[in-house]
């Protein structure tokens, strides 16, 4: 079972510091996935590149909009230099300079291109089963695997039986679980606005009730042999994760 925790590259410095307290506090991490955010110098493969330092498997999300589809693949190079042989295609944001170039490039546009051009390059895609109908979205997965995507990585769960209606869905498929805890009203409001999540009704914006929840995901996930990464924004890396990865799971 791998486990990723996904970290934001703001700079190397300080992504060097998360990398080395991770890696030296909670070895049930295993690998490292980078999200692309434009607001920051360091790209998502550059970040990739230097965590190859601390893990052996580093995922970059590749933003489909930055890339010409008609063009060769830009990154391929570096991606291959530094051994990193894993994606995550996601469409991505609109930048909010405006002088930044981005093409209508959709995210199954790039992950064809990739698996066509590149095939030794594993590629995921996301699921995200709070913006649109279950139907809508198993259909999006269908045209995705269609283009060649070999595995997902879904937006976050709050919700066990959801994970579960969704895991009979994509039986066969590569999954990593997504789990981000939610310790505020505030990040819950966030959550629900911009991202539709419906929280179950036992929800509570607390550090335990987060911790909790992300051990019987994690315990769900060792289960049913599949795959788990953690998204902790804004909240203690050391408190959460002392209280997931105790003496059960370490």
């Known amino acids: ?115 066509r051009e590149h095939p030794h390059i594993k590629v995921y895609s996301a699921i995200d089963p709070y913006r649109d109908s279950i139907r809508n979205e198993y259909e999006y997965v269908q045209r995705k695997l269609e283009a060649g995507t070999d595995g997902f990585f879904t937006q976050p769960f709050f919700d066990l039986r959801l994970m579960e209606l969704y895991s009979e869905m994509l039986e066969g498929s590569d999954i990593f679980w997504g789990v981000s805890p939610v310790v505020s009203d505030k990040s819950k409001k966030y959550w629900e606005t911009r991202n539709h999540v419906v929280f179950p009704k036992d929800f509570q914006p607390t550090l335990d009730w987060n911790i909790d929840f992300s051990r019987r995901a994690l315990a769900y996930t060792e289960q049913t042999n599949r795959n788990i990464y953690f998204m902790p924004i804004k909240v203690d890396l050391m408190a959460y994760f002392d209280g997931v990865f105790n003496k059960q799971f370490v």
Request: aromatic share 6%; hydrophobic share 35%; net charge negative.
């Open 1 to 115: 079972m791998r486990v990723s925790l996904e970290l934001v590259p703001r700079d190397a410095d300080g992504l060097r510091a998360e990398l080395q307290l991770i890696k030296t506090q909670f070895p049930s991490i295993n690998t490292i996935n980078i999200p692309d955010l434009t607001r920051f110098e360091l790209r998502s493969w550059e970040a990739s590149s230097l965590s190859k330092s601390y893990y052996k498997d580093c995922i970059p999300h590749i933003r489909s909009m930055d890339f010409d589809a008609r063009e060769p693949f830009p990154i391929i190079e570096h991606l291959d230099m530094h051994g990193i042989s894993e994606v995550l295609v996601v469409t991505g944001d609109a930048p909010k300079n405006a002088s930044q170039q981005v093409y209508p490039t959709s995210c199954i546009d790039l992950i064809s291109k990739i698996k």
